[in-house]
């Protein structure tokens, strides 16, 4: 089975510009979170989706939303760009969420300018 | 406030050697556990993981964990390391009412030498 891919893996934006990630779940997984996880904060909660909807949120600005689809792909958009928001972004799927086990991606390594 | 605690940023074993990562939580539910490894330019690989039961977990790759509710802890070991369990590695802490949302320690680096 493959495991969970993110697109892009690396990104380079500037200040003030917007930027979409993409994950793409195991097939069968209907829950997606995303994390951000930075040097200094460490591996935080953003969001997780189910079935098209936000069922989780965590404490971020609400310059960080996403959606999921209804084939479970999620994107998660990050606008107006902060030199604060440049981080390795991590995306995680699982069955149904709750506390089934997490398989996280990659990544996708965002630099802000 | 609820927060995971690894005391120990970086760690140096010696190829063989026993290890044991430190982990720390305090959190206001009953609390499911997790240990993380990440390798460079990788994401994160669970472990093992506590939800009730028998306090000592097995996991992948020879690691095993204890669960001591009266310290709160939540050390994960190995009795012999191998060079390639050089990774950073995380502690984290859920529960039933927050759904997938983890919270994170943040990490502890493994460096094994020969």
């Known amino acids: 089975k493959a495991g969970v891919t993110q697109t892009p893996r690396y990104l380079i934006k500037t200040r003030g510009q917007q930027v979409t990630l993409s994950c793409s779940p195991i097939?069968?997984?209907?829950?997606v979170s995303w994390y951000q996880q930075t040097p200094g904060q460490g591996l935080q909660f953003l969001f997780e989706?189910?079935?098209?909807?936000?069922?989780n949120k965590g404490n971020f600005p609400g310059r960080f939303s996403g959606r999921q689809f209804s084939n479970s792909r999620s994107e998660m958009n990050v606008s107006t760009l902060e030199l604060g928001d440049s981080a390795l972004y991590l995306c995680?799927?699982?069955?149904?969420?709750?506390?089934?086990?997490?398989?996280f991606g990659p990544g996708t390594r965002l630099t802000v300018l | 406030a609820q927060s995971v605690t690894q005391p120990d940023i970086h760690i140096t074993v010696s190829e063989g050697a026993s290890l044991e990562l430190r982990c720390n939580y305090s959190?206001?539910?009953?609390?499911?556990l997790f240990w993380y490894v990440q390798s460079p330019g990788q994401g994160l690989q669970l472990l093992l993981k506590?939800?009730?039961?028998?306090?000592l977990v097995q996991g992948i790759k020879g690691f095993e964990a204890e669960f001591k509710r009266s310290q709160s802890s939540f050390n994960l070991r190995k009795p012999s390391v191998h060079w390639s369990d050089a990774a950073e590695y995380f502690c984290?802490?859920?529960?039933?009412?927050?759904?997938?949302?983890?919270?994170f320690g943040k990490g502890t680096t493994l460096s094994v030498s020969s």
């Open positions: 097939s069968g997984h209907r829950s």
């Open positions: 984290a802490v859920g529960a039933r009412q927050a759904g997938t949302a983890l919270i």
């Open positions: 989706y189910f079935s098209e909807t936000q069922r």
């Open positions: 995680a799927s699982s069955l149904a969420g709750d506390t089934d086990t997490q398989y």
């Open positions: 506590y939800f009730s039961g028998d306090t």
């Open positions: 959190y206001g539910a009953t609390p499911y």
